[in-house]
C-alpha cells in the first residue's frame, strides 16, 4: 500500500503504484520517488451487501466514449503516463465554470501558454516506474490538459433514494411502513368481489355489505403487514438492516438491505413470515368458535381464517421471490456451500412455478377442484381466474428473475474497491493559476486536482467539468479555486471503502468526485463517480 504525507506527497509502496496518491506541490518533481518509500503490504477490505445502486449512480455517457475509442470502464492507464479520458461532470458544472465554451468542446495543444509541445494525444507524457495495480490503458489516452466532455447526453449526478414506497403508516420497530398507491386499487378489488359473496351469504345487508368488504380488506392486509413484521423482527434480529415494508398489490414486501450470512438464518428469516401468517389463522379459527357462523363478524373471522391460511400456502411454495423459494436456497446454499447455486435453482423453480399459476389456476378453478360449481364458472368469472392467474404469474416469473440480477449484483459488489478506482492527485494552493496546475498534473501523470491551503490541508476539488470549460488560452489567468468544490465531510472516503459500503458513502453524499484518503488522514487520491459507474457495468457484463 502507498503512503502519502500530509501534504499528499507519495511514497510508492511495493503493491500500489506512486500514481494513485497527491503529486507534490512543488512545481515538477520527479514522480517516480525511487528513493522515498517504506514498503508496506496491506490488505483491501471487501464488504458484501446488498443493493442497488442503479439509480445512486452517476449517468452513463458510454455512447460518447465509444464513438472516441475509449475505454467505458478503468479510466486510468498502467502507470502514471496512462492518465486516460477524463470523465464527464454535469451540464450544471460545465456552465457555472469560468469562461466555458460550449458544452462538449474538445481543448488542445499544450497545457498552458509558453509550454514546449506535449507528445501526441495518443502517448502519456511521463514514464512510469510502476504498473498501475488496477486499470487498463485505453487507446485514446490523454493527459488532464486534453480532457474533453464526450459528445452526447451528459451523465446525470448521482441521486440519494427517495423516501418512495406510497403514503407512510408508520415505523414499527423504527422500520418506515408505506402503503403503496396501488393498494387502493386491489383493496377497491376486494371489496367488490367480498361484497358479492356477501350478497349470497347476508342478502339483508344490502348495500352495507361493500362497508363489511373493505373492512375486510383492512384487516388482511393489516394481517398481511404482520406477516412483513415478522421478516423484519427476524432480520433485526440478526444485524440484518431494513429499509422500509411495503404494501401493495397482491401483497407486501420487506426491504432488508443485506443478505444474510449463513443459510441456516436466511431459511429462519424466509420461514418466519408464513408462520406468522398461520399464527394468525389458528388465533382467527379459535375466535370463530363462540361466533354465530351467518352474522357479519362471523363471515369476517372465517374470510381472515381461510385468507391467512391462503397467504400461508402460496408464499411456502417453493420457487422465488416466495419465502419458499428462499428456503429453498437455502438448503442448496447449504447442501453446496454456494449461495449463487442456490439461488439460481429457486429462481429456476420460481419460474417453473409462475407457468404452472398461469395455466393450472383457471384449469383447477374450471373443474371445480377449488370448490365451486364447474358449470358456476362461465363467463365473467372466467375471465376474472385468467386474468389473475396471469398477473401472479407475472409477479412470480419477474420476481424470480430480479432475484437472479440481484444476486449477480452481490456476487461483484465486492469487486468494487475505492483504492482500485482511485486517481492519482496533485495538491496545488488556492492561487495557483490553472495552467501551473495542469503543467504540475501532467508532469506527475496525474488526473485530479486537489486545492490545500498552507499548512497542505485539503479543502476543496478541483472540478473537472469546470477544467474542459475553459478555453486554453485563458489558463494562465484563472485561478484553480474559481473551479473548484468545497469539500465536505461526505466528499471523504477511506481507500479501504469497497462494495455495498462504498456505494453507500457515495449515495449519502452526492458529487462528482470524492477525496479518498488512508485511515491516518493523508491524501490517496480522487474518486470520480463516473469511474465507480463504469467499473461497477464492467463487473456486471462479466459471467457469474
Known amino acids: ?316 411454495l417453493p420457487g422465488l421471490p416466495l419465502d419458499g423459494g428462499r428456503m429453498l436456497r437455502a438448503v442448496v446454499w447449504k447442501i453446496t456451500g454456494r449461495p449463487m447455486t442456490g439461488t439460481i435453482a429457486a429462481a429456476w423453480v420460481g419460474r417453473a412455478l409462475a407457468v404452472s399459476v398461469l395455466i393450472g389456476l383457471p384449469l383447477l378453478t374450471q373443474s371445480g377442484a377449488l370448490g365451486s360449481n364447474a358449470e358456476d364458472n362461465v363467463g365473467m368469472d372466467t375471465v376474472m381466474d385468467a386474468l389473475l392467474a396471469a398477473i401472479l404469474a407475472a409477479i412470480i416469473w419477474t420476481g424470480a428473475g430480479n432475484s437472479l440480477r440481484m444476486a449477480r449484483l452481490r456476487e461483484h459488489l465486492p469487486e468494487l474497491r475505492a483504492r482500485n478506482l482511485t486517481r492519482r492527485a496533485v495538491p496545488v494552493e488556492t492561487d495557483t493559476p490553472l495552467s501551473e496546475a495542469l503543467r504540475r498534473a501532467n508532469a506527475a501523470g496525474a488526473r485530479a486536482l486537489v486545492v490545500v491551503d498552507a499548512d497542505g490541508q485539503p479543502i476543496s476539488l478541483v472540478r473537472e467539468a469546470a477544467i474542459v470549460g475553459v478555453p486554453e488560452h485563458r489558463r494562465p489567468w484563472v485561478a484553480v479555486s474559481g473551479l473548484a468544490q468545497d469539500l465536505t465531510d461526505g466528499m471523504r472516503v477511506s481507500a479501504e471503502l469497497a462494495g455495498e459500503d462504498l456505494l453507500d458513502a457515495l449515495r449519502a453524499t452526492p458529487a462528482t468526485e470524492y477525496l479518498v484518503v488512508e485511515e491516518t488522514g493523508e491524501i490517496y487520491g480522487v474518486l470520480s463517480a463516473a469511474d465507480v459507474e463504469r467499473a461497477f457495468v464492467k463487473a456486471m457484463a462479466r459471467p457469474s
Open 1 to 316: 500500500m502507498d503512503e502519502s504525507g500530509g501534504s499528499g506527497q507519495p511514497r510508492p509502496g511495493n503493491d500500489e503504484s506512486a500514481e494513485h496518491h497527491a503529486a507534490p506541490a512543488t512545481p515538477a518533481p520527479d514522480p517516480a520517488h525511487p528513493d522515498e518509500a517504506t514498503p508496506t503490504d496491506e490488505p483491501t477490505m471487501v464488504v458484501r451487501r446488498l443493493d442497488l445502486p442503479a439509480d445512486d449512480s452517476t449517468g452513463d455517457d458510454a455512447t460518447g466514449d465509444a464513438g472516441t475509442g475509449r475505454e467505458v470502464a478503468g479510466r486510468e492507464g498502467n502507470g502514471p503516463e496512462g492518465t486516460g479520458p477524463a470523465e464527464h461532470g454535469t451540464e450544471a458544472e460545465a456552465t457555472e465554470a469560468k469562461g466555458s465554451e460550449t458544452q462538449g468542446s474538445e481543448t488542445h495543444g499544450t497545457a498552458e501558454q509558453g509550454r514546449k509541445p506535449q507528445t501526441t494525444p495518443d502517448r502519456a507524457p511521463t514514464p512510469a516506474p510502476d504498473d498501475h495495480p488496477h486499470a487498463d490503458t485505453p487507446a485514446g489516452d490523454r493527459t488532464l490538459a486534453h480532457s474533453g466532455l464526450a459528445k452526447g447526453r451528459p451523465p446525470k449526478r448521482p441521486r440519494e433514494p427517495g423516501p418512495g414506497g406510497g403514503l407512510l403508516m408508520g415505523r414499527p420497530f423504527g422500520v418506515p411502513v408505506y402503503v403503496a398507491p396501488s393498494w387502493f386499487l386491489v383493496a377497491a378489488l376486494i371489496t367488490w368481489v367480498f361484497g358479492g359473496q356477501l350478497d349470497r351469504v347476508l342478502p339483508e345487508l344490502g348495500a352495507a355489505r361493500y362497508l363489511v368488504s373493505l373492512f375486510f380488506a383492512v384487516a388482511f392486509y393489516a394481517s398481511v403487514l404482520v406477516h412483513e413484521l415478522a421478516h423484519t423482527v427476524a432480520a433485526l434480529r440478526f444485524k440484518l438492516p431494513v429499509r422500509r415494508i411495503q404494501l401493495q398489490f397482491f401483497g407486501g414486501v420487506s426491504e432488508i438491505e443485506k443478505e444474510a450470512e449463513t443459510p441456516g438464518r436466511e431459511f429462519w428469516l424466509a420461514f418466519v413470515g408464513p408462520l406468522l401468517s398461520l399464527v394468525l389463522s389458528g388465533l382467527f379459527y379459535l375466535a370463530l368458535q363462540p361466533v354465530e357462523p351467518g352474522t357479519v363478524p362471523g363471515v369476517l373471522l372465517a374470510g381472515l381464517m381461510i385468507s391467512n391460511l391462503i397467504v400461508a400456502a402460496f408464499n411456502l
